[in-house]
């Protein structure tokens, strides 16, 4: 028997989109469970959030196995069978050419986007498979997963790992109620860039100027439309992006 209010799992829930979906979540009356590193961050969005529905926060580095382990245990009683875990956290490190990247923000992107994703997954799975029909992961991949470019090296890798990850993890869960989809999409405004540059804001400030990029709260109504969509539907990808971001043609290298 399930509770009557739905629990949201969500990693990286301190900013951007993870934040945005706290938030379309809880006013669509969905119960959370906010996880990230920065605990003020999720304690002022519990705060903000306020009492109308049950949240639970828990400060976690996902590319922590023992964490991990320790917070999906340690979840109480009313969060601990959710109904959708959003694997939302992930960055990316430097956008320079691949031969003079940093070693150590390749395995810190595979850590997080890859590693820390699927343990989460593994240790969640049994959980989301006890809720029953309507079960939902839903992976924030993204269109660098799908569509190779200049710095994109293991930040695109990583989430092509996502996309495909959802794919084989979904042709076992099916047949247990529980969908999956990889959500993937374009150029966000959040704290994304900043991260990638090392915190430098004007380089963020830069790439989105000019144009009108999606918000989180954007990709936040899609995660929440997907969570909401009647059991037997699955939606397998879902990419969105700003209407301003288009493919660029083939990049042919010219002898000078
Ligand atoms: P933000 O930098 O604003 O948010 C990233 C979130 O991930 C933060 O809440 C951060 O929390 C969390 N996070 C990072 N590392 C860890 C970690 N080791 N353990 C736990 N949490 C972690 O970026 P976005 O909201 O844009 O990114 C969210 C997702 O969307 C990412 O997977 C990103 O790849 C993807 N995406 C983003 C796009 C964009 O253009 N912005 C486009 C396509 C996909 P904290 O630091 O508190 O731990
Ligand atoms: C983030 C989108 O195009 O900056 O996943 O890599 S992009």
Known sequence: MHETTPIVF?????????????EAFAAAGWGLVLTGRRRERLEALQHRLGSTVPTHIAELDITDRQ?????????PPRFDTPKVLINNAGLA???GPAQSADLDDWHRMIDTNIKGLVSITRLLL???????????????????????????HVYGASKAFVEQFSYNLRCDVSAAGVRVTDLAPGMTVSEFTQV????????????????????????????LHIAELPPHMNITRLEVTPLCQQWAPFNILRET
């Open 93 to 95: 490190l430097g956008k």
């Open 126 to 152: 049994p959980r989301l498979i006890a809720y029953g029909a309507g079960a939902t992961v839903i992976n924030i991949g993204s269109i660098a997963g799908h569509t190779p470019y200049p710095g994109g």
């Open 196 to 223: 990638r540059m090392q915190g430098d804001r004007s380089v963020a400030e830069r790439y989105y100027a000019g144009t009108q990029p999606l918000m989180p709260a954007d990709v936040a109504s899609q995660a």
């Open 67 to 75: 964490a991990i382990e320790q917070s999906v245990s340690s979840l």
């Open 10 to 22: 969500i990693t990286g829930a301190t900013s951007g989109i993870g934040e945005a979906c706290a």
